[in-house]
């Protein structure tokens, strides 16, 4: 029962995932876009996170971690920019 719970996650969360891809691609101002791209990473993130549940493997958690904080940093200078160019 458990994994089926964890495979329907990861298929809501592909279906997200191409929701948001979308918002990326035809976002009309930049500062949709990105959200979006802070949006795909948070969801990436939770792919990684069911993808080392599956395989039992702790250290993509780790990935998982080191990606978070990296999607951060580039959000925040992708924000400062547009701030500058508004």
Known sequence: MVDLLIYL???LAGAAFLL???RFLAGPKPAD???AFDVLTIISITGIALAAKIEGRIIYLDVALVYA???FLGVIV???YLERNL
């Open 69 to 71: 904080l990296l999607s």
């Open 20 to 22: 948001v891809l979308y």
């Open 78 to 80: 992708i924000a400062r």
């Open 9 to 11: 996650a990861a298929a």
């Open 33 to 35: 876009r990105v959200i």
